[in-house]
């Protein structure tokens, strides 16, 4: 891809579009009240899926863009469990029964810093709130720096079937360099110990765009990785934004590559990965031909939610913990960032929703478009709007990004169905831009 195309369109401001609208687009307008009502009307044989945040470590990695606070003591976790218990049971009390869950996933922060007594004890109380369905996915987030054995017999026992383990980088040089130094041996002692306990379904998380990163190194990484064969990975492009993460101000900005170079391990790491015979899911992800999310792509149902790619297909997601975002069938919601304003809320008896966003009929056309683009790099754009009710022209005709995008020949576009060429699947997240109404916070180049 041109050098002057890459600068154009690799806008570090532009959003990951997990959801739409995003998060910054959320309103102090919707609260607690509000969040009980929309639990209030979900339909009680509805499937939902619950997201627990946890945000704590026991070691703080520079390049991380979520909220978490480090600790080396057991008293903020055991108060933040006693919360979190609180929280589940006043969304169960909001809803018309216990909801039927078809998938967990536990992140963070990292997960494991709960003790093993204490992580079993909040999925009795979660199947004791909800109903579990016996083919429910539970997945967890793993740092394999701070993983017991007597950890993976928890999780086993507590019905765990899936692990997602920070990888980042295997270069010394890199790991040093964002405070995240972690071996060989301890990232392949863990695959094998979850193995051992019937965890199987395993995922790898990397990064590239990190100080000091190279091609070389990403593909060494990449390669180191794929050794443990992993049924999924993901490779996702370090975001630097100090002024919003201070731990990234400790990061050198002299060693982070550009545009062009962050492009050529991007695509690097694609095809060392898809050699190996995995299959290239949207912007970032890749699977085994047989893992769910390569079948839910090949079906053309593949979703898209806050954690990023998913197969799970249902409409809502419950967020519990600090920070946590819900998906409910009004709009969305999220909870109190800060752990102090979280306890206070649930300290109150109510719910910890601090912000969030009431859906329209246009918000939801635009997240379907979106949506496709990101997991299918194509949008029938008349298609969707016909099933939403709205006419398709407005929508192909008034957006300058879009015919910007064509004109580059990032974009084809025949009959309103948009396909983005495969060269140029790097900078999907500005063609779904192209849709995203509320974005006039960052400007055209």
């Not at 095809?271 to 299959?279: F, L």
Request: hydrophobic share 40%.
């Amino acid at each position: 891809m041109q050098t002057s195309l890459l600068n154009k369109y690799c806008d570090a401001r532009l959003p990951w579009y997990t959801i739409y609208p995003t998060v910054p687009d959320f309103s102090a307008t919707v609260r607690a009240k509000t969040c009980e009502t929309w639990l209030r009307r979900l339909p009680p044989d509805g499937p939902v899926s619950l997201y627990i945040h946890v945000p704590f470590c026991r070691s703080i990695c520079w390049y991380c863009g979520f909220p978490t606070s480090l600790t080396r003591s057991e008293r903020p976790i055991r108060n933040y469990l006693a919360a979190l218990h609180a929280e589940i049971r006043l969304v169960a009390e909001q809803a018309p029964r216990a909801l039927p869950v078809s998938d967990v996933h536990f992140g963070g922060g990292t997960p494991t810093t709960i003790a093993p007594a204490d992580f079993l004890a909040l999925m009795e109380l979660l199947r004791r709130c909800f109903a579990f369905s016996k083919s429910a996915t539970i997945a967890i987030e793993i740092d394999p720096r701070a993983f017991t054995a007597e950890m993976a017999e928890t999780l086993q026992v507590a019905g765990v079937n899936r692990a997602s383990i920070g990888v980042q980088s295997f270069d010394a040089i890199v790991q040093r360099s964002v405070n995240r130094v972690q071996s060989e041996v301890q990232t392949a002692s863990v695959v094998e110990t979850l193995r051992q306990h019937g965890i199987s379904r395993i995922n790898f998380d990397l990064l590239f765009g990190l100080p000091h990163q190279t091609v070389r190194s990403c593909v060494d990484s990449t390669r180191t990785a794929l050794a443990m064969r992993p049924d999924r990975l993901a490779a996702f492009g370090y975001a630097h934004v100090p002024s919003y993460m201070k731990r990234q101000r400790q990061i050198d900005e002299t060693a982070l590559p550009d545009n062009v170079a962050r492009a050529e391990q991007a695509a690097a790491i694609a095809d060392t990965v898809v050699s190996a015979g995995y299959r290239q899911i949207g912007l970032d992800h890749f699977a085994l031909p047989n893992d769910e999310l390569a079948l839910a792509q090949k079906a053309g149902r593949l979703r898209r939610n806050s954690l990023g790619y998913s197969a799970d297909t249902c409409e809502t997601v419950i967020g519990l913990g600090p920070s946590a975002i819900g998906r409910l069938r009004e709009g969305y919601v999220q909870n109190e960032i800060a752990t102090v304003s979280y306890h206070e809320h649930i300290r109150a008896g109510r719910l910890a929703t601090a912000k969030g966003h009431c859906l329209t009929g246009e918000d939801r056309l635009r997240a379907v478009i979106i949506e496709r683009l990101m997991c299918d790099l194509q949008a029938d754009v008349p298609a969707i709007c016909a099933t939403h009710g709205f006419d398709p022209i407005p929508f192909l005709d008034s957006t300058d990004r879009l015919g910007m995008l064509v004109e580059d020949g990032i974009v084809d576009l025949e009959k309103g169905v948009i396909r983005i060429r495969e060269e140029h699947r790097f900078v999907i997240r500005a063609v779904a831009a192209a849709f995203d109404t509320y974005l006039d916070r960052i400007p055209l180049s």
